[in-house]
């Protein structure tokens, strides 16, 4: 059945899919068929809404997500073999206050998000919540990203680290994940070597595995400035990642170097997913987007990026 599923051209794939899509997920059925087919299903039900529009006419190209607006965004790890990707929930005239909910009900999320809803009531959001899935061979896990008002964190959780209170960072949306752990990114605008180098050795106790992965990115290279940084926390306030980040064009020359340098990270269960995120047609756009390394404090690291459709 999935060798049958991926066999299926673009044009077959289900309305509420946009070409770009259809068409990167279609390549990716070759690489990852059983993900690929989950994928499908999931992305087509947490896109439906935006086919039922009142404006159609920018319904497809309208999101933050990527640089052409398509409402979808892939993404890569030289870590493991999955299909990742976000997605808007909502039509473009969808109040962002409402896209937190439509988020949960696409995912079927189970835990409580109240103290988020509240949080969202107070300030001006960005884009409200974006709805983002893995999916593995057999697995799932599911991941709600929260837009921050006004830049501010939680009550519940700002006084938990201390680099919450850092004048050096600010904090702009966070993941949150189903058994209570939250990733929390920030914008860095004076973060160098030597300030990501301490950051790690405080946060996971060693710097080594982040560095070094660092190092295979950006080939020695400083950082450009300005960067991010994600803390992941368990829901009892442990932290359990770090991750440096930057736009892929900050770095390098074109689309294709950046491309050379993320399979040369991967291996050969990872290099061939990238290559089907990123073996569309050129348009002459970046497809590769954010990109940027990642440690835990068991010590792994990876490279990881995100992929506009195509």
């Not at 279609?26 to 990852?32: K, P, Y």
């Not at 990742?84 to 909502?90: D, I, L």
């Not at 002459?284 to 506009?308: E, I, N």
Request: glycine letters at 8%.
């Amino acid at each position: 059945m999935n060798a049958m599923l991926c066999e299926r051209t673009a044009e077959t794939m289900p309305e509420a899919l946009p070409a770009p899509v259809a068409a990167t997920l279609q390549r990716l059925g070759r690489v990852l068929p059983g993900p690929a087919a989950a994928a499908e299903v999931l992305l087509a039900r947490t896109l439906a809404p935006l086919s039922r529009s009142i404006w159609p006419e920018v319904a497809w190209d309208f999101s933050d997500l990527t640089n052409t607006g398509v409402p979808v965004e892939f993404s890569w790890s030289s870590r493991e073999p999955c299909l990742r990707w976000a997605a808007e929930v909502a039509a473009p005239e969808t109040d962002d206050r409402a896209r937190l909910a439509l988020a949960a009900r696409a995912l079927d999320w189970q835990g409580d998000l109240s103290a988020w809803f509240e949080h969202q009531r107070h300030g001006r959001l960005i884009f409200g919540a974006w709805a983002s899935a893995r999916h593995g061979d057999g697995s799932l896990a599911t991941k709600l990203y929260v837009d921050l008002p006004g830049g501010r964190l939680p009550p519940q959780w700002s006084e938990r680290h201390a680099w919450f209170r850092s004048p050096l960072l600010v904090w702009r949306l966070c993941g949150v994940n189903p058994d209570g752990s939250t990733e929390f990114y920030a914008r860095a605008h004076e973060l160098d070597r030597l300030r990501l180098a301490t950051m790690a050795q405080a946060a996971l106790g060693d710097a080594g595995p982040l560095m070094r992965q660092l190092d295979a990115l950006l080939s020695g290279a400083e950082l450009p400035r300005p960067s991010g940084l994600s803390l992941v926390l368990s829901a009892q306030g442990e932290l359990l990642a770090l991750s440096w980040f930057v736009i892929a064009k900050a770095v390098f020359r074109d689309d294709a170097e950046a491309g050379a340098c993320l399979q040369r990270c991967g291996d050969e269960t990872t290099v061939p997913v990238h290559r089907a995120l990123a073996g569309g047609p050129e348009d002459g756009r970046w497809r590769h987007g954010v990109m940027g390394v990642v440690a835990d404090v068991t010590g792994r690291s990876w490279v990881q990026c995100s992929l506009r459709p195509t």
